[in-house]
């Protein structure tokens, strides 16, 4: 099953101030339309067609590694106009989502598409409840039953092949996708919204929504990774990305970057996604003498994934030698390279065990690395 993500934002609305349409204003210094992204992509849907005015198709903030394509006058059309740039290569499914809510939640699109088992539509929305007036001149002119009322959200899932004959077959001037399916017939599911997943309209919609980033900022991951391996006939060892010269080499299946591997494992673990073992099992002759920046490139795009970033970490390497020293700046460039941080994030330091145990009798070279994965 696959899952495409239509993100609507060609509009150029104004209302919250400031001159930049909302779906570039900056929240915690990205764009509306990151945050966006980045929750569709934390849950688990790579494919991502942004629709955008036509004068911004090259905007410098446009998220990296997704499909850009022109909106139209209107709001179909511009979803017309996203539905057709998968046409080439359909998904099963299409969730077409508002620019403008930053927060749609990885929890509440993974609802959508378990809904979408049962029915060709779902999206989400939230009882009223509050009390509902009519009011005429500044005065209460009646009450309103809320009963069997809700409040629309984004995204709105659909099987493709489904909302594509539905647009198809719409006069136009339809205030949303499920309006669009049901005026073609299609069952659309309730699916119970999120408090959070706002839509930002006026200059106090962007404040909570500060205060709701905040909140996520707290969810901070940490993991810790230890490796050891032994040393063999050789003429350097390979230490954080580092060939360093040394009168023995390490014995292991890749290239035996054992500060590589606990860093790595340590990314694998804040993310509860087990270990090197897991994703390269030594078992498989493909591994066999690889570079260990292929773990550690594969463990943080996991981390992109889910939608967090390398906060910081910290690797120690534990050996009598060779000396580190002399190293650690190139090691740090090395580890920062493939991490895509800067290196004052990333930490490599040594010591030796004061020449007790397997590391004190030159057996072998020991490492430990922690690191903080935060919302990306
Ligand atoms: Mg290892």
New binding site residues.
């Given amino acids: 099953m696959t899952v495409a993500a239509i993100v609507v934002a060609a509009g150029r609305g104004t209302r919250m101030g400031g001159g930049a349409p909302k779906q570039w204003r900056l929240l915690a210094g990205r764009p509306v339309l990151a945050h966006a992204v980045a929750d569709l992509r934390a849950a688990g849907v790579a494919r991502i067609v942004l629709v955008l005015h036509p004068d911004e198709l090259a905007h410098p903030l446009v998220p990296a590694g997704c499909s850009v394509v022109a909106g139209g006058d209107s709001r179909d059309a511009s979803v017309r106009a996203g539905l057709a740039a998968l046409a080439a290569d359909p998904p099963d499914h299409v969730l077409i989502h508002d620019g403008a809510r930053p927060f749609p939640g990885a929890a509440l699109v993974g609802r959508l598409v378990a809904a979408l088992a049962d029915s060709p539509g779902a999206a989400p929305a939230l009882p009223v409840s509050d009390a509902l007036w009519r009011g005429v001149g500044g005065r209460v002119s009646g009450v309103q039953d809320r009963t069997g009322l809700y409040r629309a959200q984004t995204p709105q899932a659909f099987r493709y092949g489904a909302i594509v004959a539905a647009h198809a077959a719409h006069p136009g001037g339809a205030a949303d996708d499920v309006e669009v399916a049901r005026a073609a017939g299609l069952d659309v599911a309730i699916v119970e919204g999120d408090d959070d997943n706002l839509k930002l309209t006026w200059p106090a919609d962007f404040d909570r929504a500060e205060r709701i980033l905040k909140g996520r900022s707290m969810d901070i991951r940490i993991g810790n990774g230890f490796?050891?391996?032994a040393f063999c006939e050789g003429d350097h060892v390979w230490l954080c990305g580092v060939a360093v010269p040394h009168s023995r080499g390490l014995l292991?299946h890749?290239d035996?970057d054992?500060g590589m591997?606990a860093l790595t494992d340590a990314i694998y673990g804040a993310l509860g996604l087990g270990d090197?073992g897991v994703h390269f099992p030594p078992s498989d002759p493909q591994w066999k003498g690889a570079a260990s920046r292929i773990f550690l490139a594969h463990a943080i795009e996991q981390a992109r994934a889910a939608g967090f970033r390398l906060a910081n970490c910290d690797v120690t390497l534990i050996c009598e030698r060779p000396k580190v020293g002399p190293h650690q700046a190139a090691m740090r460039a090395a580890l920062a390279a493939i991490l895509d941080v800067e290196p004052g994030r990333i930490s490599v330091k040594a010591t030796t065990s004061e020449r007790l145990g397997f590391t004190g009798r030159e057996e072998g070279i020991a490492a430990i690395a922690t690191c903080a994965l935060v919302p990306a």
């Fill in positions: 490796d050891v391996h292991g890749s035996a054992v591997h090197i």
